[in-house]
């Protein structure tokens, strides 16, 4: 089998001029390869060289034109010894074009597939030489985005794979090894961030924008799931979404929304058309500002409140936070002891699991601060419905997420069903005190950020269980694939994995569906969480 020992060694040739082949035949350029960009359609040529001549001169790199040729003659590729097919996500097609390639381009060349929803191994099937067959997925746009997944089918040899990641690396990608199983790692873990959004949306728990918002201000993500669906397309995600559902004959984690199947029945498809999830006739569709409510986030001065904060660690940060604010902070009901005589100016906050005795600590609380105190309860993990038909006096009563709340800049709450406006004002007043937005919500199980992160992190379990690649791989592959702001199995071990599954399964109890079934090795995690770490 071939060996690739400098990017000269390598003659690339890529089948198909689109924005994913452009991209590549761009990458290989600025690594000074030689490349044969071929397509059928004169035109598609035209506007590809266009682009690469534009990005080319922009980085002052013009003369690596020279290293291109642009072709519509099929026997032009005849000469290259690495091959990576950038056609339309078709089977059919794909396995037509890789026979036709056996034939033209004989071993020990390297022919790999661009595809990302499509096996590599049924791909490779319609080769005569299938063991030199592999996958290689970048990622859009191809000369930016730093990865590139290779993907191993049954039949690859190990000296394809080594030849495949050794030009990874010369195109200046970092390549992450993963079995071919549908969606490989990003497109398959990703699954949560855009199917758990579609599923708020549609049960009503918030807005598209306000999701968004969420997850961009709240989760440090540089895009919202809506947003992103817009960038991508809303038919391509859709499209993505129906093929990991029928390859995994139906499993319930990848089960399409019908809110993308009409968004795409009425042709509002996202930026490309012109309406998505938002308007782009107009700009910006999305507003990123952080102005706080008329009146809101001046906090009284140091002992004229007090914050009552129950035991537990399911709001991390919330009490350094109050301190920072001038408030004074005091062991809550139920902890042992008052530090101070409580007062109707008194904030109680609750931030203790579910498990933990998160009832007993709430029925403390009401007993003993004065009816109109503002009580807020941390519901990552229990309706706040639910704990608002146990209280005496639920119309004081806010849920908020605490697990999110230390490392964002907003902080999504919940009103009980009969919460007054005095109280829904004292929480908004408290919560920009500490230097949030405050962002209300539909009580739903798992709320925003936590039902989808704990997500993420249960599909990369899923993912790691099934040995599709290591758990620092996956996290790698998420972050430089689709620039998530931490790795799922790393942000799920941060937030603490015990109640990763705690979230999972409060969302299986509540909304009954086995995409909600906790991964086996999450599960397992979490039980050895205290002695030790994977």
Not at 362 to 384: F, G, N
């Amino acid at each position: 089998m071939i060996q690739f020992t400098t990017p000269l060694s390598i003659r690339l040739g890529v089948i198909g001029a689109g924005t994913m082949g452009s991209g590549i035949a761009l990458t290989a350029l600025l690594a000074d390869m030689y490349v044969t960009l071929y397509d059928i359609d004169l035109q598609t040529l035209e506007r590809a060289w266009n682009s690469i001549d534009r990005y080319l001169a922009r980085k002052s790199r013009s003369s690596n034109l020279t290293h291109l040729k642009l072709t519509s003659e099929w026997e032009d590729l005849g000469k290259a010894n690495f091959i990576i097919e950038a056609v339309p996500e078709d089977l059919a097609i794909k396995q037509d074009l890789f026979s036709r390639l056996d034939a033209l381009c004989p071993p020990p060349a390297i022919l790999a597939t661009n595809t990302s929803t499509l096996a590599v191994t049924a791909i490779a099937a319609a080769t005569q030489y299938p063991e030199r067959v592999v996958g290689m997925h970048f990622f859009n746009p191809a000369p930016v985005l730093p990865l590139v997944e290779v993907v191993r089918a049954a039949q690859t040899d190990d000296a394809a794979v080594q030849a495949a990641v050794a030009a990874a690396k010369f195109l200046g990608k970092t390549p992450v090894e993963v079995r071919d199983t549908p969606g490989f790692i990003v497109n398959r873990v990703a699954r949560p961030f855009y199917g758990e959004a579609l599923r708020l949306a549609g049960e009503g728990a918030a807005s598209y924008e306000v999701i968004d918002r969420v997850v961009r201000l709240g989760g440090g993500f540089k895009m919202g799931p809506f947003q992103l669906m817009d960038l991508i397309g809303i038919d391509v995600n859709l499209a993505a979404t129906q093929s990991m559902y029928e390859q995994t004959y139906g499993e319930p984690r990848y089960r399409p929304h019908y809110l993308q199947v009409q968004m795409t029945q009425q042709k509002a498809l996202g930026r490309k058309t012109g309406r998505g999830f938002y308007n782009y006739d107009s700009e910006p569709p999305f507003d990123d500002s952080l102005r706080l409510p008329a009146g809101l986030g001046v906090a009284k001065g140091p002992g004229e409140q007090a914050v009552y904060l129950a035991a537990g660690d399911w709001a991390p940060g919330m009490a350094q936070a109050c301190r920072q604010a001038g408030y004074l902070l005091a062991a809550a009901p139920g902890a042992g002891y008052l530090a101070l005589s409580p007062t109707s100016d008194s904030v109680g906050l609750v931030a203790v699991g579910y498990s933990e005795g998160l009832k007993e600590r709430l029925a403390s609380l009401e007993r003993q601060l004065p009816s109109e105190a503002l009580i807020l309860c941390q519901c990552a993990d229990v309706t706040l419905t639910e704990l608002a038909a146990e209280m005496n006096t639920p119309e004081r009563l806010v849920g908020f997420d605490g697990l999110f709340f230390a490392g964002g800049q907003v902080a999504t709450l919940v009103a009980s069903p009969v919460l007054t406006d005095r109280a829904r004002r004292a929480a908004e007043t408290f919560i920009a005190s500490l230097g949030r937005l405050p962002i209300w919500v539909n009580d739903s199980p798992g709320l925003i950020l936590p039902r989808m992160v704990c997500m993420l992190a249960n599909e990369a379990a899923f993912a790691a269980g099934e040995g599709i690649a290591e758990p620092e791989e996956i996290d790698r592959a998420m972050q430089l694939g689709v620039n998530y702001p931490k790795g799922p199995l790393a942000w799920a071990r941060q937030l603490g994995l015990a109640r990763v599954v705690a979230v999972l399964d409060h969302l299986h109890a509540e909304l009954g569906e086995e995409r909600y079934r906790v991964a086996p090795l999450l599960r397992r995690w979490a039980r050895l969480e205290k002695l030790t770490r994977y």
